[in-house]
């Protein structure tokens, strides 16, 4: 723990201009990123006498060992660089809003041919509009089930439109009247892109146009006689008006507003926001945080307005923002937004009439969320420090593990075995530093030999980072991949106990963080950081093990831990009884949520390992030749036996394949020793994958393995 006086600068150092400040640990990493209108001013109040400071700024000035600045010339530009830095750098220490859930969203693909309407979660992405968030999915589909009466715009998905299109025939909603079947070409691609627009509109607020012109056309059909018609434009009208009613009108000028609110107390904050199109409430989020320092209001809602508009522009960021309470200065938050948005936006506290009825009702919402967020003992600030000091005291340690990694290792009778490593710091999953290994030193079933072996190569590498004064070299493939997410952020996986888990990363891949960093730039880097607790998951022999290889690396600063599943006792190296915590205790709590994703993290990996051995194909031993040119190999001809027996000029016939290629595919295919047809042990068939049986993942029924009953391999499985 550090002395703040020994980083202080020294007096008339720090100049008096707008900027942006960095505070580092001693590994270099950016732990907190600030702004001010005078960087002197603002610096100096971290500086003074530790007593005074909040709880949680004073354990950030000792977790510091240094600080820098950078001057600029305006608060706006201070206010973007460090939103910059705070999404680039992640640092722990500041105000971050986390998601209470992930919002979903009804989204329109405009940037396709025949546009589709869809649930969607996660990141926006360009060309398509988004409507929302909504609290619920099922919101969202209500919505739209009314909706395709009157627009009957393309949901389907990619798989099922290409097979309409196939065999001529449209899905059920075309033949009920709620597709306009473009697959089938009931309707040009120009109309379909045109109605996609108007449920656009539709959605975007512009209904009293639309409504009145179909009460136009009914009266039309009536006084032609065309009663049919007339009766089906009675229940669109109908249709909509109920679609309408599902979003009551809260504000009477058809205002487009986002209306903030900040439910707090010493601790904790939790924000709720509305957005209001057309004077409709058409969506809602809600976010929590620690308190980090001692903070007003206004800047809660300045790390809010952050946070909801950082990533938008144009229409995205509404005319009217209403807020309990204005930044301090306002004018470069002001400013910022009117950038982002290209035109003027209002910034205010609302005074009277209907918007401040309805600021109160979201403030409710604010301290219901807030209280609801007390009750979730996992986040509470109070009880995760409570939780990390019993283990201190349990343990026997110098100070709180601020950062615990934890190992276990997972295969299937001695096959695909791999490591998962998971982070908490803070009491927190650190998902982004999620990392897994492949066993590599041997094959077989050896649980302790497989722990001292992962346990080597993490601090191998934490040795050979903190040597390292340049960029990071490429190594040799340790067999480590970095964990992803559909394609977002490497390393984020979900949330403690969801089955949904990060799975993207190849797997021989070296392990990779994007591009090579320096060790002064304060981004998160591989294995840069040391954890003040290693916790295994296992008894004795995985503890002895994890500390032989920490003993060998000549690391002697790092504490060691295992949690038997059987009675959940707290093994402890070099130590003949275990360590019991009792069952109500906060400590004991957060080590079986650290273990049990490690679990998680471990097991869903060598799933996703087994499934690909089970597709393998022997195509994939054919240096060059990519996804693409295999999968057109595999329609050309059907399947790989009927490929293996092919001549070579008849391979060449396949598009994109020259003689070269056809050569060594032939070779590969002629060296590949067939595999033996695969079982399926739910039925007993025979499945030749080879002659175009379907594939299967290794979670479906009928998995093709060794013999043994599903509940059988679930049990061999670790």
Same mark, same amino acid.
């Given at each position: 723990?550090?002395?703040?006086?020994?980083?202080?600068?020294?007096?008339?150092?720090?100049?008096?201009?707008?900027?942006?400040?960095?505070?580092?640990?001693?590994?270099?990493?950016?732990?907190?990123?600030?702004?001010?209108?005078?960087?002197?001013?603002? /610096?100096?109040?971290?500086f003074?006498?530790?007593?005074?400071?909040?709880?949680? +700024?004073?354990?950030?000035?000792?977790t510091?060992?240094?600080v820098?600045?950078?001057?600029?010339?305006?608060?706006?530009?201070?206010?973007?660089?460090?939103?910059?830095?705070?999404?680039?750098?992640?640092?722990?220490?500041n105000?971050?809003?986390?998601?209470?859930?992930?919002?979903? %969203?009804?989204?329109v693909?405009?940037?396709?041919?025949?546009?589709?309407v869809?649930?969607?979660?996660?990141?926006?992405?360009?060309?398509?509009?988004?409507?929302g968030?909504?609290?619920h999915?099922?919101a969202?589909?209500?919505?739209v089930?009314?909706?395709?009466?009157?627009?009957?715009v393309?949901?389907c998905?990619?798989?099922?439109?290409?097979?309409?299109?196939?065999?001529?025939?449209?899905?059920?909603?075309?033949?009920?009247?709620?597709?306009?079947?473009?697959?089938?070409?009931?309707i040009?691609?120009?109309?379909?892109?045109?109605?996609a627009?108007?449920?656009c509109?539709?959605?975007a607020?512009?209904?009293? +146009?639309? /409504?009145?012109?179909?009460?136009r056309?009914?009266?039309?059909?009536?006084? !032609?006689?065309? %009663?049919e018609?007339?009766?089906?434009?009675?229940?669109?009208?109908?249709?909509?008006?109920?679609?309408?009613?599902?979003?009551?009108?809260?504000?009477?000028?058809a205002t !487009?507003?986002?209306?903030?609110a900040?439910?707090e107390?010493e601790?904790?904050?939790a924000?709720q926001?509305?957005?209001?199109?057309?004077g409709?409430?058409?969506?809602?989020?809600?976010?929590?945080?620690?308190?980090?320092?001692?903070?007003?209001t206004?800047?809660?809602?300045?790390?809010?307005?952050?946070?909801l508009?950082?990533?938008?522009?144009?229409?995205?960021?509404p005319?009217?923002?209403?807020?309990?309470?204005?930044?301090?200065?306002?004018?470069?938050?002001?400013?910022?937004?009117?950038?982002?948005?290209?035109?003027?936006?209002s910034?205010?506290?609302?005074?009277?009439?209907?918007?401040?009825?309805?600021m109160?009702?979201?403030?409710?919402?604010?301290?219901q969320?807030?209280?609801?967020h007390?009750?979730?003992?996992?986040?509470?600030?109070?009880?995760?420090?409570?939780?990390?000091?019993?283990?201190?005291d349990?343990?026997?340690?110098?100070?709180?593990?601020?950062r615990?990694?934890?190992?276990?290792?997972?295969?299937?009778?001695? !096959?695909?075995?791999?490591?998962?490593?998971v982070?908490?710091?803070?009491?927190?999953a650190?998902?982004?530093?999620?990392?897994?290994?492949?066993?590599k030193?041997?094959?077989?079933?050896?649980?302790?030999?497989s722990?001292?072996?992962?346990i080597?190569?993490?601090?191998?590498?934490?040795?050979?980072?903190k040597?390292?004064?340049?960029?990071?070299a !490429?190594?040799e493939?340790?067999?480590?991949?970095?964990? +992803?997410?559909?394609?977002?952020?490497?390393?984020?996986?979900?949330?403690?106990?969801?089955?949904?888990?990060?799975s993207?990363?190849?797997?021989? *891949?070296?392990?990779t963080?994007?591009?090579?960093?320096?060790?002064?730039?304060?981004?998160?880097?591989r294995?840069? %950081?040391?954890?003040?607790?290693?916790?295994?998951d296992?008894?004795?022999p995985?503890?002895?093990?994890?500390?032989?290889?920490?003993?060998?690396?000549?690391?002697?600063?790092?504490?060691?831990?295992?949690l038997?599943?059987?009675?959940?006792?707290?093994?402890?190296?070099?130590?003949?009884?275990?360590?019991?915590?009792?069952?109500?205790s906060?400590?004991?709590?957060?080590?079986?949520?650290?273990?049990?994703?490690?679990?998680?993290?471990?097991?869903?990996?060598?799933?996703?390992?087994?499934?690909?051995?089970f597709?393998?194909?022997?195509?994939?031993?054919?240096?060059?030749?990519g996804?693409?040119?295999?999968?057109?190999?595999?329609?050309?001809?059907?399947s790989?036996?009927k490929?293996?027996?092919?001549t070579?000029?008849q391979?060449?016939?396949?598009?994109?394949?020259?003689?070269?290629t056809?050569?060594t595919?032939?070779?590969? *295919?002629?060296?590949? +020793?067939?595999?033996?047809?695969?079982?399926?042990?739910?039925?007993?068939?025979?499945?030749d994958?080879?002659?175009?049986?379907?594939e299967t993942?290794?979670?479906?029924p009928?998995?093709?393995?060794?013999?043994?009953?599903p509940?059988?391999?679930?049990?061999?499985?670790?």
């Amino acid at each position: 723990m550090a002395d703040p006086s020994s980083y202080r600068p020294r007096p008339g150092e720090i100049p008096d201009s707008p900027g942006v400040y960095r505070f580092r640990d001693e590994h270099r990493r950016v732990i907190y990123v600030g702004k001010a209108k005078s960087l002197r001013q603002r /610096l100096a109040n971290y500086f003074q006498d530790l007593a005074n400071l909040h709880p949680r +700024t004073r354990t950030m000035v000792t977790t510091a060992a240094s600080v820098e600045w950078t001057v600029v010339s305006t608060e706006v530009e201070a206010l973007q660089l460090e939103y910059s830095w705070i999404k680039e750098y992640d640092p722990r220490f500041n105000v971050k809003y986390r998601d209470d859930k992930s919002y979903p %969203y009804l989204a329109v693909t405009m940037n396709e041919e025949f546009p589709r309407v869809q649930v969607m979660r996660g990141h926006k992405k360009k060309g398509v509009r988004y409507f929302g968030p909504y609290g619920h999915a099922w919101a969202i589909r209500d919505t739209v089930d009314l909706l395709l009466r009157v627009f009957p715009v393309r949901t389907c998905s990619a798989g099922v439109f290409k097979n309409a299109a196939r065999t001529g025939r449209p899905c059920l909603l075309g033949y009920i009247g709620k597709c306009s079947a473009p697959c089938v070409e009931r309707i040009s691609a120009e109309d379909h892109q045109e109605l996609a627009e108007e449920f656009c509109d539709f959605m975007a607020g512009r209904t009293g +146009t639309y /409504l009145r012109r179909l009460e136009r056309k009914m009266g039309e059909a009536a006084e !032609d006689m065309e %009663y049919e018609r007339a009766a089906r434009l009675r229940d669109d009208i109908g249709a909509l008006k109920k679609a309408m009613e599902k979003s009551a009108v809260v504000l009477a000028d058809a205002t !487009d507003a986002d209306l903030i609110a900040v439910a707090e107390d010493e601790l904790e904050a939790a924000v709720q926001i509305f957005h209001v199109r057309g004077g409709r409430v058409r969506g809602q989020r809600g976010w929590v945080t620690d308190k980090v320092e001692e903070i007003t209001t206004g800047a809660l809602v300045e790390h809010a307005l952050q946070q909801l508009y950082g990533e938008e522009s144009g229409d995205a960021v509404p005319k009217e923002v209403l807020v309990p309470a204005l930044p301090d200065p306002v004018e470069p938050v002001q400013q910022w937004l009117t950038d982002r948005r290209g035109s003027g936006v209002s910034l205010r506290i609302p005074q009277r009439g209907d918007k401040k009825a309805l600021m109160e009702t979201v403030q409710r919402n604010a301290q219901q969320a807030l209280v609801l967020h007390k009750t979730k003992r996992a986040s509470d600030l109070t009880t995760r420090s409570r939780a990390l000091e019993e283990i201190s005291d349990a343990l026997d340690l110098d100070s709180a593990p601020l950062r615990i990694e934890c190992y276990d290792i997972s295969h299937l009778q001695g !096959d695909d075995v791999v490591a998962s490593m998971v982070v908490f710091e803070d009491g927190l999953a650190r998902k982004s530093e999620y990392r897994r290994f492949q066993i590599k030193g041997f094959r077989g079933q050896d649980d302790v030999r497989s722990m001292h072996e992962v346990i080597t190569r993490r601090f191998r590498r934490y040795l050979a980072e903190k040597e390292r004064t340049g960029e990071w070299a !490429d190594g040799e493939d340790d067999g480590v991949t970095t964990a +992803t997410t559909d394609g977002e952020t490497p390393g984020h996986g979900t949330a403690p106990g969801h089955d949904a888990t990060p799975s993207g990363a190849a797997d021989d *891949l070296a392990l990779t963080d994007g591009p090579a960093l320096k060790d002064d730039d304060g981004r998160p880097k591989r294995f840069a %950081y040391p954890p003040q607790l290693v916790v295994v998951d296992g008894g004795q022999p995985q503890v002895a093990a994890a500390q032989r290889a920490l003993d060998e690396l000549g690391i002697d600063d790092i504490a060691v831990c295992g949690l038997a599943k059987r009675l959940e006792e707290v093994w402890l190296p070099r130590e003949d009884d275990p360590v019991v915590l009792p069952r109500t205790s906060e400590g004991l709590y957060l080590l079986q949520r650290v273990r049990d994703e490690a679990h998680r993290f471990a097991i869903t990996y060598q799933r996703t390992k087994r499934a690909k051995r089970f597709r393998s194909s022997p195509l994939d031993e054919v240096p060059g030749l990519g996804e693409t040119r295999k999968q057109a190999l595999i329609k050309h001809f059907g399947s790989v036996k009927k490929l293996r027996s092919a001549t070579i000029d008849q391979i060449c016939e396949v598009p994109g394949i020259g003689r070269k290629t056809a050569e060594t595919v032939a070779v590969a *295919l002629a060296r590949a +020793t067939p595999a033996a047809p695969a079982v399926n042990t739910a039925t007993g068939e025979i499945m030749d994958d080879e002659d175009g049986a379907p594939e299967t993942t290794a979670d479906a029924p009928g998995e093709p393995v060794s013999a043994g009953t599903p509940d059988e391999r679930r049990g061999q499985e670790r």
